[in-house]
């Protein structure tokens, strides 16, 4: 018995240093894009979460399995018959596999329910832009002056409120540097929140099968300071 807990003190050790290895591994190798919105960087937390119980769960297995294979295997000389303690039930080993998962489930559902929440919940000063989606191109409508372009001009710390309709099929608005991801449903109006925080140029996606030319339906995205944004909606009002 004193054998066994010093084998578990061991494997578990190794379980930590696996944990942060892997996880070191996957965060180099998972390189996101920039955080250039508001909603990336809770969403980029709770996707580090994942990884690290990843690495964790890969670590759990994988290590007492190796430790296993390598540490008890059969030795040159050793008594053929020689077979491990027989042991029926471990009610603390029971108890622990029980309560730690219920643990992580409860804490991830609460953690992401709270960020759904806070990510989809309306601020008092958005800004609305209509976005239609069709094979295969887009349409950015902005209702204060009509204008219709196919380039998504935004401004910078604005929160936006897309309105989304598609003309044909299913559609998916999609700016990896935004993380926030929406689908366009025919027949209703869907809707995407975000608030971008970083100026520059970035290419909208659609992240939803939609057909022969689905791969190349996207449009460009363009952040903008504030001053700046009314400069090009008013020239481009005056060049219609
Ligand atoms: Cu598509």
Same mark, same amino acid.
């Given at each position: 018995? $004193?054998?066994?807990?010093?084998?578990?003190?061991? +494997? &578990?050790?190794?379980?930590?240093?696996?944990?942060?290895?892997? *996880?070191?591994?996957?965060?180099?190798?998972? =390189?996101?894009? +920039? $955080? !250039?919105?508001?909603? +990336?960087?809770?969403?980029?937390?709770?996707?580090? *979460?994942?990884?690290?119980?990843? &690495?964790?769960?890969?670590?759990?297995?994988?290590?007492?399995?190796? *430790?296993?294979?390598? @540490?008890? =295997?059969?030795? =040159?000389?050793?008594?053929?018959?020689?077979?491990?303690? *027989?042991?029926? !039930?471990?009610? =603390?080993?029971?108890? +622990?596999?029980?309560?730690?998962?219920?643990?992580? @489930?409860?804490?991830?559902? @609460?953690?992401?329910?709270?960020?759904l929440i806070d990510i989809t919940t309306p601020s008092p000063d958005e800004y609305v832009i209509e976005v239609e989606g069709f094979q295969w191109g887009w349409n950015f409508i902005y209702p204060e002056t009509g204008l219709i372009t196919q380039e998504l001009v935004l401004p910078l710390d604005q929160p936006i409120l897309l309105e989304m309709r598609s003309r044909d099929v299913l559609h998916n608005f999609y700016v990896p540097e935004f993380r926030v991801k929406q689908d366009l449903v025919p027949g209703q109006t869907t809707r995407l929140r975000f608030t971008p925080i970083e100026t520059g140029d970035f290419t909208m996606v659609c992240a939803e099968l939609c057909g022969f030319n689905h791969t190349g339906m996207q449009a460009a995205v363009r952040v903008v300071p504030e001053d700046e944004f009314a400069m090009w909606i008013s020239g481009q009002v005056a060049a219609r």
């Amino acid at each position: 018995m $004193q054998n066994n807990s010093r084998h578990f003190g061991i +494997a &578990a050790g190794l379980v930590v240093v696996s944990t942060f290895l892997v *996880y070191w591994l996957l965060d180099s190798v998972l =390189r996101l894009p +920039a $955080q !250039s919105s508001v909603e +990336a960087v809770s969403i980029d937390r709770l996707f580090n *979460y994942h990884i690290w119980l990843i &690495a964790f769960l890969f670590s759990l297995v994988v290590v007492f399995m190796l *430790y296993a294979l390598f @540490v008890f =295997r059969h030795r =040159r000389g050793e008594d053929e018959e020689k077979e491990g303690e *027989y042991f029926h !039930s471990n009610v =603390r080993l029971e108890i +622990a596999w029980t309560v730690i998962p219920l643990i992580f @489930v409860v804490f991830f559902s @609460v953690e992401a329910t709270r960020i759904l929440i806070d990510i989809t919940t309306p601020s008092p000063d958005e800004y609305v832009i209509e976005v239609e989606g069709f094979q295969w191109g887009w349409n950015f409508i902005y209702p204060e002056t009509g204008l219709i372009t196919q380039e998504l001009v935004l401004p910078l710390d604005q929160p936006i409120l897309l309105e989304m309709r598609s003309r044909d099929v299913l559609h998916n608005f999609y700016v990896p540097e935004f993380r926030v991801k929406q689908d366009l449903v025919p027949g209703q109006t869907t809707r995407l929140r975000f608030t971008p925080i970083e100026t520059g140029d970035f290419t909208m996606v659609c992240a939803e099968l939609c057909g022969f030319n689905h791969t190349g339906m996207q449009a460009a995205v363009r952040v903008v300071p504030e001053d700046e944004f009314a400069m090009w909606i008013s020239g481009q009002v005056a060049a219609r």
